[in-house]
């Protein structure tokens, strides 16, 4: 009888775990695609802006910066979650 539990218990553990992953995947995905965002609109401000060109382009590569390890980040809980590779083979 505790075996059953502890299996049950252990795959509603796993099964939160996977959706878990999977909304911090697709966290982390629109956080990129809201940095990508803001970072063509600095852009579009700095050939507005010609005085403050040089910070506002600078804004923008930071925000890609952030959008690019935001979009790593989706992938590394996309790819392989509990160590499980994303084809479901083991090693």
């Given at each position: 009888?505790?075996?059953?539990?502890?299996?049950?218990?252990?795959?509603?553990?796993?099964?939160?775990?996977?959706?878990?992953?999977?909304?911090?995947?697709?966290?982390?995905?629109?956080?990129?695609?809201?940095?990508?965002?803001?970072?063509?609109?600095?852009?579009?401000?700095?050939?507005?802006?010609p005085?403050?060109a040089?910070?506002?382009?600078?804004?923008?590569?930071?925000?890609?910066?952030?959008?690019?390890?935001?979009?790593?980040?989706?992938?590394?809980?996309?790819?392989?979650?509990?160590?499980?590779?994303?084809?479901?083979?083991?090693a």
């Amino acid at each position: 009888m505790t075996d059953r539990i502890d299996d049950e218990s252990r795959a509603r553990a796993w099964s939160t775990a996977l959706n878990l992953r999977q909304r911090l995947a697709a966290t982390a995905a629109s956080i990129a695609e809201t940095e990508d965002w803001v970072a063509d609109t600095l852009d579009r401000m700095a050939r507005a802006r010609p005085r403050d060109a040089e910070r506002l382009r600078a804004r923008a590569a930071h925000a890609r910066r952030f959008a690019a390890r935001e979009r790593a980040q989706a992938a590394i809980y996309r790819a392989s979650p509990g160590g499980v590779p994303a084809d479901g083979k083991g090693a």
